[in-house]
C-alpha cells in the first residue's frame, strides 16, 4: 500500500521536521510512505474562510486520483483507538486498494467537499493540534499500526 500524507502549510520547526523524518525511515519496511505539503493560502480581511478553504480544496482534489482511500484528520470525526486503527489498516488493504491519502487542512480547517470526499473522517483527540504536529503525530501512529498488524514491539 502507498500512503500519501497531504498537508495544507509546511512543516517549519525543524524539531518536528527531525521527528516526521524518523518514522518515514522507520516506515520503509513497510509501506511507501510520502509527505506533500500545500501551500496555505492566506486569509485576507476582505476574504472568507470558505472561499480560502475552497482555494485549499482545489489544490488537495488535485492530488487525489478517484480510486484512493482518503481518510481526512477533524476533531469531529470518528475516534479510533492505536489497534482499531491498525485494524482500519488491515481491512483497507484487504479491500485490494493500492493508495490511501490521508489529509491534514490548515490552521483554517477544511472546506466541507474535502471532508465529504473522504471515505473515513478521522479524530485523534477532539483537542486541537498544529498541523505540523498533527503530520508527525498522524506518521507516528501508521508507524505503530504496522507494527501492532506485524505483532513487532512497539512500547504502549
Do not use: C, W
Not at 478517484?66 to 481526512?72: K, R, S
Not at 485494524?87 to 493500492?98: H, P, Y
Not at 477544511?110 to 471515505?119: F, W
Amino acid at each position: 500500500m502507498n500512503i500519501n500524507i497531504i498537508t495544507v502549510g509546511k512543516i517549519r520547526e525543524k524539531y518536528i521536521r527531525h521527528g516526521i523524518d524518523e518514522f518515514l525511515k522507520r516506515l520503509r519496511p513497510y509501506s511507501s510512505v510520502k509527505v506533500t505539503d500545500i501551500h496555505a493560502e492566506e486569509l485576507r480581511t476582505d476574504e472568507l474562510t470558505e472561499i480560502v478553504l475552497r482555494k485549499e480544496a482545489d489544490k488537495i482534489f488535485g492530488r487525489i486520483r478517484d480510486n484512493t482511500y482518503v481518510i481526512v484528520l477533524d476533531k469531529g470525526g470518528e475516534k479510533l483507538s492505536s489497534e482499531k486503527f491498525a485494524s482500519k489498516i488491515k481491512d483497507i488493504t484487504s479491500q485490494g486498494v493500492n493508495e490511501v491519502v490521508f489529509v491534514i487542512g490548515s490552521s483554517q480547517g477544511l472546506a466541507d467537499e474535502v471532508k465529504q470526499r473522504a471515505d473515513l473522517v478521522l479524530s485523534f483527540s477532539d483537542m486541537t493540534f498544529p498541523h505540523q504536529l498533527m503530520n508527525l503525530i498522524l506518521l507516528e501512529q501508521i508507524y505503530r499500526a504496522f507494527r501492532i498488524l506485524k505483532n513487532e514491539p512497539y512500547h504502549k
